[in-house]
């Protein structure tokens, strides 16, 4: 840690719901592993649903999302089973059906990844979530299920689609700027169209796009024929999906805020299983903290990072890896000079507008952060402990936390709702932090 006299305080009043994060005057020294990734999980729960025969999920991500994503699979007719503790499920793929309703939580994986599947289904479903989800855009996938025949009755949550049990698919052409999900959710579903999927995308630069890549591998391994070789442009050949047998990957953006932990406090944090080859695009977590001046190794125990307890300044486009950017802003408040985030206008329409969460509550601590056309810029300053609001974003959650570490007294308004992708997310802190 540098031997900075004592942060300035205030008194943050905890009330129920809210999280005291803990701050450290040491070297946090800690092996920490973390669950399965949010994104394999829901990626893998929709292919077995669809799939010619049951499938096995090791070690899924349970969590709000996930439980979202199964809850919605069951209400469609597919079967799914919980063993051996939970770290196996076993999922029954049958004939998709309504009446159905289709309750989406937050999770985008779910409000973008199941229309398409529900128009395989017949009958009538009707999706809706939380009213932070109401604003997340939607339109893109809705119209292009509806230039493909199926009758969808809206352009976001709350809606209704009426499906035939069948959807001729085809090509569409979409506006995929907004999220790379909108493209993923197609591809998941576009085997299971008579003629397959064409998505062609039409606008400025598609975010996320290792998130695109990783639908595309998922549908490979399970024989599905992918064509991605041009640019805004993916093909699904109509085809069967094999069950699955698979491990899913330990959630590498859920493991990111913890190794931010060794690099703030000048310690050390390994994170075990940190796969060699991944879509993940939690992976750049690697070379961000290594910009950030930390020491990174991938080694057979895992991915360890190890900290001096400096921190310097960025400049870096996290398009590509947008999931990452709370906990990216966060720790940029402790470098040693301005931060510059950009590439990421659109994570404005994430849990919630993440640049106006980010430049409000890391202003309240006393940080002078400034929203961009398509990012922040993070001019680090003394930081004193005060409420930290967290809007209904797990990831709030995750960048409070790695402020407390160094400001005392952050008290993180309804730290629950990081249940979205990591119940425990607090449990883990506390544990690393005590280890
Ligand atoms: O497909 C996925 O699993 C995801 C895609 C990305 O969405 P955007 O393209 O909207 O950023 C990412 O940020 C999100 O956390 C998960
Ligand atoms: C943007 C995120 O989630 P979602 O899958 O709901 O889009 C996220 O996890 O940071």
């Given amino acids: 840690m540098s031997s900075e006299p004592p942060h300035p305080t205030t008194t943050a009043t905890i009330t129920a719901g809210d999280w005291a994060a803990p701050a450290v005057d040491r070297a946090v020294d800690a092996v920490v592993p973390v669950p399965g990734s949010k994104s394999l999980t829901n990626r893998f ?6 799939a010619q025969d049951s499938s096995r999920l090791s070690r899924p991500l349970r969590s709000r999302d996930s439980t979202l994503m199964c809850e919605a699979l069951q209400a469609l007719g597919t079967r799914i089973d919980s063993r051996s503790d939970d770290t196996e499920w076993l999922i029954e793929p049958a004939p998709l059906h309504g009446p159905a309703a289709i309750d989406c939580g937050l999770a985008g994986t779910v409000m973008r ?6 128009a395989l289904a017949e009958g ?5 979530g939380d009213d932070g989800a109401r604003r997340r855009p939607l339109g893109p996938v809705l119209g292009a299920l509806r230039s493909l025949g199926v009758t969808v009755d809206g352009d976001g949550l709350p809606f209704t689609l009426t499906g035939t049990g069948r959807v001729t698919g085809g090509t569409v052409h ?3 700027s907004g999220s790379s999900q909108f493209v993923s959710a197609l591809l998941l579903a576009g085997a299971r169209y008579d003629d397959g999927i064409t998505v062609i995308h039409d ?3 598609v975010p996320s796009l290792p998130h695109i890549a990783m639908t595309v591998e998922v549908l490979r391994d ?3 024929l992918v064509d991605d070789s041009e640019a805004n442009r993916w093909r699904v050949e109509p085809s069967q999906i094999h069950a699955l047998d698979v491990e899913v990957e330990p959630d590498l953006s859920n493991a990111f805020p913890f190794l931010a932990a060794a690099l703030l406090t000048g310690g050390q944090v390994t994170v ?5 080859v991944t879509t993940q695009a939690g992976d750049h977590a690697r070379d961000i903290l290594q910009q950030f001046g930390a020491d990174v190794q991938l080694t057979r125990e895992g991915l360890t990072v190890r900290g001096t307890g400096r921190v310097e300044a960025i400049d870096i486009d996290l398009h590509e890896a947008s999931e990452l950017s709370p906990v990216v802003a966060a720790i940029a408040a402790f470098a040693d000079g301005p931060s510059h985030l950009r590439g990421i206008g659109h994570i404005r329409f994430h849990e919630t507008d993440r640049l106006a969460a980010l430049a409000t509550e890391l202003g309240r601590l006393g940080s002078d952060v400034e929203e961009t056309e398509d990012g922040l810029v993070i001019r680090p300053k003394r930081m004193r402990g005060n409420t930290f609001h967290t809007y209904g974003d797990h990831r709030m959650v995750m ?3 790695v402020l407390g570490l160094r400001v005392p007294h952050v008290v993180v308004e309804d730290a629950g709702t990081v249940a979205k992708t990591m119940p425990d997310f607090t449990a883990r802190w506390t544990r690393m932090i005590g280890e």
């Avoid at 729960?45 to 669809?50: C, G, K, P």
């Avoid at 009538?124 to 809706?128: I, K, L, N, Q, S």
């Fill in 124 to 128: 009538t479903v009707a999706f809706d």
């Fill in 113 to 118: 990844f199941l229309p398409p599947v529900a």
């Fill in 272 to 276: 075990p299983g940190w796969p060699v």
């Fill in 174 to 176: 979409i506006d995929a």
């Fill in 399 to 401: 960048a409070a936390a």
């Fill in 203 to 205: 606008g400025k630069q």
């Fill in 45 to 50: 729960l929709v292919l077995a649903a669809l």
């Fill in 222 to 224: 399970a024989g599905v």
